[in-house]
């Protein structure tokens, strides 16, 4: 299975992305614009709408690779219950009927609106707002793809607890 080899190998790259760059970016700039707000009275737009772009970035890079490796929120009333092969079945069957569908609309949908930012220059509605918002954009079809992918993974490997064993 070695496309799917390659698509644990791109979710771990999301997942790394959102580790090693968007988190640090939040924490530094949600830092930095808390500094000078409090103690020298200066609040930035920019800064702001910057923390919301590296969460968000955050969040939908890391989306794939939390799903992969079992750590995602589940509601577990009823399947904590159930055995390993009935476990796995639910798991097929509902990466099948909802997972990955919806991954799919927000690819499609998330593709088309980042597009359309882009063909219109969108940026922000502030006046000394950040520009070119497509690049924000971007990020929410890039994690429907990351998901799609683990959802594939797990898909074919529903009992992986750890689904990155090397």
């Known amino acids: 299975m070695r496309v799917l080899e390659f698509a644990r190998k791109i979710i771990k790259f999301g997942g790394a992305l959102a580790a090693l760059i968007f988190l640090p970016g939040l924490t530094l700039v949600s830092i930095f614009d808390i500094v000078t707000r409090r103690f020298f009275q200066l609040g930035s737009t920019p800064l702001q709408e910057l923390t919301w772009h590296f969460f968000f970035a955050c969040v939908m890079f890391a989306i794939g690779y ?24 639910l798991e097929r069957v509902m990466l099948i009927a909802m997972l990955m569908p919806l991954s799919l609309v927000l690819l499609w949908f998330g593709t088309q609106m980042t ?23 971007s990020a929410l079809p890039v994690g429907a793809f990351l998901l799609f992918l683990a959802a594939c993974y797990r898909l074919v490997y529903p009992n992986r607890e750890d689904g990155v064993k090397e």
């Open 115 to 137: 597009w359309l930012s882009f063909m219109q220059g969108e940026g922000s509605r502030a006046a000394f707002g950040l520009s070119s918002r497509w690049i924000v954009k």
């Open 66 to 89: 939390t799903y992969l490796v079992d750590k995602h929120v589940r509601v577990d009333i009823l399947r904590e219950r159930f055995s390993p092969a009935r476990k796995a079945m």
